[in-house]
């Protein structure tokens, strides 16, 4: 998506947006007579400000800014710091004499409903640098890493590097739906596969090149920069009071809109022009869905969003539209999201597999939602990241959320409506593989289920049913071992097949 096909709007004025009705981007003069000079305040005031308005990472876990900034700042130990002189228990762990700290700014939007921080990156990128810039200043070190997804950010980012000869460096992250992960990003500047690591390490203790590293997410740097910019006191002057400040949503893939915590959740779409159809999802494909009811009582802060059981996440919200199948839908993202797992951990491996087979039986009609429930909760808490909770708590709240449609499946083994695909998937490039059985060849040896259980299973006659889900990258060469040693030729992986709602075949 390019950020010139989002529409940026706000409601209640302007703040990370400001310019943006007349500027496409802001470089480094737009940006000066916009926001003014970059202030550089010492690190125990960005820490009091932060603190003050209880700033909180926008891409999606919402841990306090202030709490993360205080963790590197506590890690660092510069040049002239002498390590004899420490205690004993100050020395060793994770403390490096002359280990700077890194900033890194993490612009992955690996979820495809997701936008906002695109549009910061190609249109305001000196103000996410002023944040960054701010940070590291506050850290005593000069390396930044803005790392990116797609060209058109890290056009605009380099650009602006140039402009205020900031010496920060740009990196290409692969688009993946896990690549936003801290750990993963922090593996991919590092050089390392930009997976999620699977035992967990704090970015404060050891991030990039091993060194204390504060990382957060684009919209977080934009909104440090506006709150040294603006002061604690004028930056409250938006939001609720426990929440100040405004917020960037995506809405349907399409639009960007800012607004201050605490406005209702109906108001921004009808800002938007959008109805609530037959349900909301707020908070991304790890988010939870919202009832057309739970939407309209819905206020955007986290405390408003808990009280109808959801979160605000990243900031993204997609109203489903009227006419398309709830349960098609539903099946058809939680499939993409098998095929996006790092396949490091037995919830992903093999429980993400089992909810999208659960839910192709819920489909059909021979499975019950207690099923579903029961496969999205087996793995809770275990997996090695957030990915399989995530997905888990995407598919059990549309259990809630679709009830209706789910009844007509149970009672009919559909419901009448076709799924035409409505919920935003990153387009296939026609790399992406799937298995398919020539059935005319097909003789039930089962060795393929043997061989990659996490896809094929066997029915109760013992012939193989496929998982319809695109080859996870981690399953690819156990694939391939099952087609050659098929005794029958009868499997083989198909490329360039557009996404289509998971199915047995
Ligand atoms: S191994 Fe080949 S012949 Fe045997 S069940 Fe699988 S596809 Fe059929």
Not at 126 to 131: E, F, K, P, S
Not at 228 to 253: C, F, H, V, W
Not at 262 to 290: I, K, N, Q, S
Not at 390 to 404: C, K, Q, Y
Request: proline share 7%; glycine share 12%.
């Amino acid at each position: 998506m390019s950020s010139a096909t989002v529409t940026v709007s706000n409601i209640g004025g302007s703040r990370l947006t400001l310019g943006f009705d007349r500027f496409d981007r802001l470089d480094l003069d737009r940006h000066l007579a916009v926001h003014g000079k970059l202030r550089t305040p010492v690190l125990e005031d960005v820490v009091r400000m932060a603190e003050q308005v209880d700033m909180r990472g926008r891409g999606g876990a919402g841990f306090p800014f202030a709490r993360k900034l205080t963790a590197v700042a506590a890690r660092v130990v510069h040049p002239s710091a002498d390590q004899e002189n420490l205690l004993p228990g100050e020395r060793g762990g994770s403390r490096r004499p002359g280990a700077d700290a890194v900033v890194v700014v993490n612009g992955a939007e690996g979820e495809p409903g997701s936008g906002k921080d695109k549009v910061l990156l190609c249109r305001a990128p000196h103000l996410v640098l002023d944040g960054a810039q701010i940070a590291a200043t506050a850290l005593g070190t000069q390396r930044i890493v803005v790392a990116v997804e797609d060209d058109q950010a890290a056009r605009s980012v380099r650009a602006a590097i140039t402009e205020r000869r900031m010496p920060a460096r740009v990196v290409r992250l692969v688009e993946r739906f896990i690549s936003g992960e801290s750990g993963a990003v922090i593996r991919a500047i590092n050089g390392e596969t930009p997976i999620p690591p699977g035992v967990k390490v704090r970015a404060a203790e050891s991030g990039v090149d091993g060194c204390p590293t504060l990382l957060s997410n684009t919209e977080t740097f934009a909104q440090l920069a506006v709150l040294t910019s603006l002061g604690p006191d004028l930056y409250a002057s938006a939001g609720t009071e426990d929440e100040p400040g405004t917020t960037l949503l995506t809405i349907g893939k399409t639009r960007v809109v800012e607004v201050p915590y605490g406005t209702p959740l109906r108001t921004v779409l009808e800002h938007c022009d959008v109805r609530p159809g037959p349900g909301v999802l707020a908070g991304g494909y790890h988010g939870m869905w919202l009832s057309p009811q739970g939407a309209n009582r819905a206020v955007l802060s986290r405390k408003g969003m808990q009280a109808v059981g959801a979160t605000v996440g990243a900031g993204i919200i997609l109203p489903l539209a009227e006419g398309t199948c709830p349960l098609g839908e539903v099946t058809r993202i939680a499939s993409y999201l098998a095929a996006q797992s790092a396949g490091q951990c037995g919830p992903c491996r093999l429980g993400l597999p089992d909810i999208v087979r659960a839910l192709n039986a819920l489909s059909d009609g021979s499975g019950t939602v207690a099923d579903v429930k029961r496969a999205a909760g087996i793995g809770r808490g275990r997996g090695a990241c957030s990915h399989p909770d995530g997905t888990a708590r995407f598919v059990v709240s549309a259990m809630d959320a679709f009830a209706a449609d789910i009844d007509a499946h149970r009672m009919g083994g559909a419901c009448g409506l076709p799924t035409f695909g409505v919920l935003p998937l990153p387009v296939p490039d026609g790399s992406e593989g799937r298995i398919a059985i020539d059935w005319s060849r097909c003789d039930g040896h089962g060795l393929c289920a043997y061989l990659v259980p996490e896809l094929i299973q066997l029915d109760r006659y013992g012939f193989p049913v496929v998982l319809g889900t695109d080859i996870p990258v981690w399953m690819e060469r156990d694939v391939a071992r099952a087609v050659s040693m098929c005794p029958a030729l009868a499997l083989r992986v198909t490329t360039g097949i557009p996404r289509s709602p998971a199915r047995g075949s």
